[in-house]
């Protein structure tokens, strides 16, 4: 009975573990074994390069410009997501009538708008020159930002589509 339910157990896990090594696994392995080989599109055949690859990566100055920029935008998403999302729990946990339900379907809204519409709204409100964003801060005398267009706030913006 024992065996039995070790091979059911087995005959579950098999066909995810076998989709999981065909689309993760083998594809890493093979990307990191690849990468060790320096590749020239006249030249058909790879040289090995030992870790040649990696550091040129190190050494170029545009790395650590994205490195530091991926970490501004994890270390400001993930806190201001994780205390918005532990805020609207509470809020939608309070015992409150009607209000309850707007709450939970405000917050579910944004599941039905398709990732195009919402990317095309996001350009709209970050538009240098008839975005909401722009329009807002000229109200308060402030001067109009290419929110996209401008390296200094295009992480800003991106932080706050997030």
């Known amino acids: 009975m024992k065996q039995r339910l070790h091979l059911t157990t087995y005959s579950y896990l098999l066909p995810g573990l076998f989709f999981m090594a065909l689309f993760t696994f083998i594809p890493v392995f093979t990307a990191a074994y690849l990468s060790l080989f320096r590749w020239n599109v006249s030249n058909p055949s790879p040289i090995f390069g030992w870790f040649s ?3 040129e990566v ?6 650590w410009l994205v490195l530091k920029n991926n970490f501004i935008y994890a ?4 806190p201001i997501s994780m205390s918005l999302a532990l805020f609207l729990a509470i809020l939608i946990n309070q015992k409150m ?3 309850r339900s707007f709450y939970r379907g405000s917050l ?6 398709p990732m195009v519409a919402a990317a095309m709204l996001w350009v709209w409100i970050f538009n240098p020159g008839l975005g909401i964003f722009n329009y807002y801060l000229g ?3 402030f001067p109009k930002i290419e929110w996209l267009y401008d390296m200094r706030y295009a992480l800003i913006a991106i932080i706050i589509m997030s």
Do not use: D, E, R
């Not at 270390?75 to 993930?78: E, K, L």
């Open 75 to 78: 270390f400001t998403t993930i």
């Open 53 to 55: 690859n990696y550091l």
């Open 139 to 141: 109200f308060l005398g």
């Open 97 to 99: 009538g009607s209000i």
């Open 108 to 113: 579910f809204y944004p599941t039905m708008i």
């Open 58 to 63: 190190f050494k170029a100055p545009l790395f």
